[in-house]
């Protein structure tokens, strides 16, 4: 399973950051970079004084829902 995250940071001070971790759960790699490059396109809706920096799809071992 994977697990996508998206770090966003505040536009006029770029060292404060915040982390977004998916509610859902991949079966693959790649269906976990698509939905984190999905969630990186909608920050601007939600949260418009921050810029997506970087995203990341952290492989969950078994029986994990998070790390």
Do not use: N
């Amino acid at each position: 399973m994977w697990q996508a995250i998206v770090t966003v940071c505040f536009i006029e001070a770029m060292t404060k950051c915040v982390v977004l971790e998916s509610q859902q759960w991949f079966e693959t790699e790649r269906s976990c970079k698509s939905r984190a490059l999905e969630m990186a396109g909608d920050v601007h809706k939600y949260m418009k004084s921050h810029k997506p920096v970087r995203y990341k799809c952290r492989k969950l071992g078994g029986g994990m829902l998070t790390q």
